[in-house]
């Protein structure tokens, strides 16, 4: 059995990045576990080192004594027993060639990143593999829902930590559980990582109709029809029923469509309200993922002959090509069949 990690790399100093780092150090404290932030701007590696905050994601959240940061990626990595990917979507394949050298052997490698890689659709655990050769037993996700500021006030939330080995998956949750946070494990890796990435998507939808003053009939029909089409994707690529019931599809799934802290949702309320998509990429401070994944999730679908009519109509309403009054009746208005097909 393995012991606790001695030194946990966490890349990324954003809001999901930081909150995680957070919940290792509270979990670790007492078994001696060193958490080091990986953090692109220098003063904000300062504010964590002498003021123990990241005001700019987590306002006057105190992060524990235990963790750092520096702007010295190969400085974080050297000696870390878990290195936790907390960088945007579309930036990972080229932060992992940046990473590489200083990767420490035999490490197991944490996302917390929920999007697909535009132009080749691959989860971000597919890229780690393959930039990193890393072996697929030594990759983990998790994802839930976790929304970072009510875990950095310490708000009882569950999440999922998913590895198709569950002894490794075991270990990584055992390296998260301070008393705020409870992590249950999965070896349905391709699953947990499709609820986390379509929900995003869904979010916007939900988001849209938010911003266009419709009612929860509306959006409880949104929410329910993404899950169908969540559930036909994860189940068309292989992953498994039962995880879509779970916290990481239906859990994350409501999480993120219901928050106003959902950086997706928010974005999609932007559209609904009438502004343009360039408007809403300037108002938002950080990465709305159904932003950026939304196309790639479509195209995924497509190739494997998956319906997803929402995802469809949020990607055109990104693309221009329609409009968000017409996107309700684009979705009412489609063939009668039975609310149980999969297909």
């Known amino acids: 059995m393995r012991t606790a990690p001695r030194k946990i790399a966490v890349m990324g100093a954003g809001s999901w990045g930081t909150t995680f780092a957070k919940v290792l150090a509270d979990s670790g404290a007492d078994r001696g576990t060193r958490v080091q932030l990986w953090a692109r701007r220098p003063e904000a590696a300062a504010e964590i080192n002498e003021r123990h905050t990241n005001a700019r994601y987590l306002g006057g959240t105190v992060l524990p004594g235990n963790i750092s940061a520096s702007t010295d990626f190969a400085a974080v990595l050297a000696g870390s027993e878990v290195v936790v990917l907390a960088v945007p979507a579309q930036t990972v394949r080229g932060q992992l060639r940046s990473f590489k050298a200083a990767m420490p052997a035999g490490a197991v490698v944490v996302s917390l990143m929920k999007g697909l890689e535009r132009g080749t659709d691959a989860r971000m655990s597919e890229i780690i593999r393959e930039e990193l050769d890393w072996p697929q037993e030594a990759i983990a996700v998790v994802s839930g829902p976790n929304l ?191 609310e149980g097909e999969l297909a």
């Open 148 to 338: 970072a500021l009510e875990i950095a006030r310490e708000e009882p939330t569950a999440s999922v930590v998913a590895c198709t080995d569950q002894e490794t998956a075991t270990w990584i949750a055992e390296a998260c559980t301070p008393e705020y946070f409870r992590p249950y494990t999965n070896t349905d890796l391709v699953g947990v990582e499709i609820g986390g990435i379509v929900k995003n998507v869904i979010a916007l939808a939900v988001g849209i109709c938010d911003g266009r003053g419709m009612g929860d009939n509306t959006k409880a029909s949104v929410i329910t029809r993404g899950l169908a089409e969540t559930t036909r994707l994860a189940v068309a690529l292989g992953g498994r029923l039962e995880t879509m019931a779970g916290l990481a599809g239906l859990g994350d799934l409501v999480a993120t469509c219901s928050s106003s802290l959902s950086r997706n949702n928010t974005a999609g309320r932007l559209l609904g309200q009438g502004l343009s998509l360039a408007e809403v990429n300037e108002r938002m401070t950080q990465t709305a993922e159904g932003i950026k994944s939304g196309q790639a999730v479509l195209d995924l679908a497509r190739g494997l002959g998956v319906e997803m009519p929402i995802t469809e109509a949020v990607v055109m309403v990104l693309e221009g090509t329609l409009s968000v009054d017409a996107m309700a009746a684009r979705l009412l208005g489609r063939q009668l069949k039975s």
